[in-house]
């Protein structure tokens, strides 16, 4: 059974009560996640209370030696927490591992960042009078994270808030239950003190709600959707709760004339389907120059019906299931609109006698009414839209709430400027599906967030900023 971790010891919740974790690929249960509710919560947020007045004493050099213990300890058992990774999303094991090792880097970058939250000294107007800023943790902190990245998602936000020396109280996804025990267990492992982190499973509004409710938790960090994130803001406005907010997104990829089709084209499909399309920066709505389009398409729609969709666990494997029959049925659904609309479609095959599964999927003729252009889709379906005239594609890629991840391929420098500073997203990726880094600011525009993850940025998330002014010297 999968149990909570508060204050030093992971328990069955209060109530006994349970919930399955389930086999995405196979719809087998795997496990029994204990059902933690309100009370829980409130213990594990007492606990953390306690331990900050301790943590946040502790000086960066010590806080920094546990987190990097925490890191050797992912990168140690990196083979068989990518197992569980495996078995809880469905997602190809290669997928898995790169998740595990990036969410050890963060551990270790936050690490060593947490020694440069330099202050600064100001000079003053008056000759009596001196002047300093300080960097100090802002306190308990509540994280609520996805399960499309179940290590990283998690790593992301505990490893700046830990180094900032903040307190933690988490919920993972239940759908990934086993991934967050994994990195639990790993930071207990490298000696992290009772109360530092506890991590709660059970129903995300409650702990939510407990989270906005209660005084001490300073902080809200949540990656999820958009829906969930405006809920999350109108309770901050009733108890000025800070939050950092990782929403949605509807990825732009504008590929100008001049690309090398053959190698983007291929490139294209394969960055698509990462994570079966379940990716927040995934490049969703393909804006192809129509000197280039009838070859793109031509070479996507081959590389596409070769993709082997199966269990991630077998070796050739290029994509696994979604996460559940829910996110199934409505990617589904999206596909079936857009058909009715007049796109065609061109498709691998897929299982179909059990599992979550969805056939990758490429549009044609699309009609940008459909949900497959305007709704962001977390899944494997790659719509492709011709443009001829640069005005008209800069605005039908803006043409959205959401201001997350955009991409842009052309070798004329010029455009590179033109589009990528024309782009209403707050990540611009030029001739690269990876407009994001450890060690660089991830965040967005519009509805598609609040706040920075990683980078200088996500450690300065945990922190507030203090003057201290001197007089009458």
Same mark, same amino acid.
């Given at each position: 059974?999968? +149990?909570?971790?508060?204050?030093?010891?992971?328990?069955?919740?209060?109530?006994?009560?349970?919930?399955?974790?389930?086999?995405?690929?196979?719809?087998?249960?795997?496990?029994?996640?204990?059902?933690?509710?309100?009370?829980?919560?409130?213990?594990?947020?007492?606990?953390?209370?306690?331990?900050?007045?301790?943590?946040?004493?502790?000086?960066?050099?010590?806080?920094?030696?546990?987190?990097?213990?925490?890191?050797?300890?992912?990168?140690?058992?990196?083979?068989?927490?990518?197992?569980?990774?495996?078995?809880?999303?469905?997602?190809?094991?290669?997928?898995?591992?790169?998740?595990?090792?990036?969410?050890?880097?963060?551990?270790?970058?936050?690490?060593?960042?947490?020694?440069?939250?330099?202050?600064?000294?100001?000079?003053?107007?008056?000759?009596?009078?001196?002047?300093?800023?300080?960097?100090?943790?802002?306190?308990?902190?509540?994280?609520?994270?996805?399960?499309?990245?179940?290590?990283?998602?998690?790593?992301?936000?505990?490893?700046?808030?830990?180094?900032?020396?903040?307190?933690?109280?988490?919920?993972?996804?239940?759908?990934?239950?086993?991934?967050?025990?994994? +990195?639990?267990?790993?930071?207990?492992?490298?000696?992290?003190?009772?109360?530092?982190?506890?991590?709660?499973?059970?129903?995300?509004?409650?702990?939510?709600?407990?989270? +906005?409710?209660?005084?001490?938790?300073?902080?809200?960090?949540?990656?999820?959707?958009?829906?969930?994130?405006?809920?999350?803001?109108?309770?901050?406005?009733?108890?000025?709760?800070?939050?950092?907010?990782?929403?949605?997104?509807?990825?732009?990829?504008?590929?100008?004339?001049?690309?090398?089709?053959?190698?983007?084209?291929?490139?294209?499909?394969?960055?698509?389907?990462?994570?079966?399309?379940?990716?927040?920066?995934?490049?969703?709505?393909?804006?192809?120059?129509?000197?280039?389009?009838?070859?793109?398409?031509?070479?996507?729609?081959?590389?596409?019906?070769?993709?082997?969709?199966?269990?991630?666990?077998?070796?050739?494997?290029?994509?696994?299931?979604?996460?559940?029959?829910?996110?199934?049925?409505?990617?589904?659904?999206?596909?079936?609109?857009?058909?009715?609309?007049?796109?065609?479609?061109?498709?691998?095959?897929?299982?179909?006698?059990?599992?979550?599964?969805?056939?990758?999927?490429?549009?044609?003729?699309?009609?940008?009414?459909?949900?497959?252009?305007?709704?962001?889709?977390?899944?494997?379906?790659?719509?492709?839209?011709?443009?001829?005239?640069?005005?008209?594609?800069?605005?039908?890629?803006?043409?959205?709430?959401?201001? +997350?991840?955009?991409?842009?391929?052309?070798?004329?420098?010029?455009?590179?400027?033109?589009?990528?500073?024309?782009?209403?997203?707050?990540?611009?990726?030029?001739?690269?599906?990876?407009?994001?880094?450890?060690?660089?600011?991830?965040?967005?525009?519009?509805?598609?967030?609040?706040?920075?993850?990683?980078?200088?940025?996500?450690?300065?998330?945990?922190?507030?900023?203090?003057?201290?002014?001197?007089?009458?010297?």
């Amino acid at each position: 059974m999968i +149990l909570n971790y508060i204050n030093g010891e992971f328990i069955q919740a209060q109530s006994g009560k349970t919930e399955k974790l389930v086999n995405p690929a196979t719809e087998e249960v795997i496990d029994e996640i204990t059902w933690g509710n309100i009370n829980d919560c409130k213990v594990a947020i007492d606990a953390a209370n306690t331990a900050f007045k301790t943590w946040s004493k502790t000086n960066v050099y010590q806080r920094s030696t546990i987190l990097k213990k925490a890191a050797d300890i992912i990168r140690t058992n990196v083979n068989d927490y990518a197992k569980d990774t495996v078995m809880e999303s469905g997602k190809p094991m290669a997928e898995a591992k790169g998740e595990w090792m990036v969410a050890a880097n963060l551990f270790e970058w936050f690490a060593e960042e947490a020694k440069r939250a330099y202050g600064r000294t100001i000079p003053a107007i008056r000759n009596d009078k001196r002047m300093m800023t300080i960097w100090q943790p802002m306190g308990v902190v509540g994280v609520i994270t996805a399960w499309n990245f179940p290590a990283y998602n998690p790593a992301r936000a505990w490893a700046a808030a830990l180094a900032a020396g903040c307190t933690l109280v988490t919920k993972g996804s239940e759908f990934t239950a086993s991934s967050t025990n994994c +990195l639990v267990k790993a930071l207990a492992e490298a000696g992290l003190p009772a109360g530092v982190l506890n991590n709660i499973n059970g129903d995300a509004a409650i702990i939510g709600d407990e989270f +906005l409710s209660n005084p001490v938790v300073k902080k809200i960090s949540f990656t999820g959707s958009t829906r969930v994130g405006k809920i999350l803001m109108d309770g901050a406005s009733k108890t000025n709760t800070k939050l950092s907010l990782e929403l949605g997104g509807n990825a732009p990829v504008i590929i100008n004339h001049d690309v090398n089709v053959e190698a983007l084209a291929v490139s294209s499909v394969t960055a698509k389907l990462r994570n079966a399309g379940q990716v927040c920066v995934a490049p969703q709505r393909f804006f192809v120059h129509a000197f280039v389009y009838d070859q793109f398409v031509a070479i996507a729609s081959d590389a596409i019906k070769n993709i082997k969709v199966g269990y991630g666990w077998e070796k050739d494997t290029n994509m696994g299931p979604l996460i559940n029959q829910r996110q199934q049925q409505q990617v589904l659904e999206i596909i079936n609109h857009a058909k009715h609309a007049g796109a065609k479609a061109a498709a691998a095959n897929a299982p179909s006698d059990k599992g979550w599964f969805v056939p990758p999927t490429l549009l044609t003729n699309v009609d940008e009414t459909t949900e497959a252009v305007n709704k962001e889709i977390f899944g494997p379906v790659m719509p492709i839209i011709k443009w001829e005239h640069k005005n008209d594609v800069i605005e039908w890629a803006n043409n959205t709430p959401y201001g +997350l991840a955009s991409y842009v391929w052309t070798n004329n420098i010029n455009d590179a400027f033109l589009f990528s500073e024309s782009l209403e997203f707050g990540m611009v990726g030029i001739n690269e599906w990876a407009p994001h880094a450890t060690e660089a600011p991830f965040g967005g525009w519009k509805q598609s967030g609040i706040g920075h993850e990683s980078g200088s940025e996500g450690l300065f998330e945990y922190m507030e900023k203090k003057l201290i002014s001197w007089g009458g010297l």
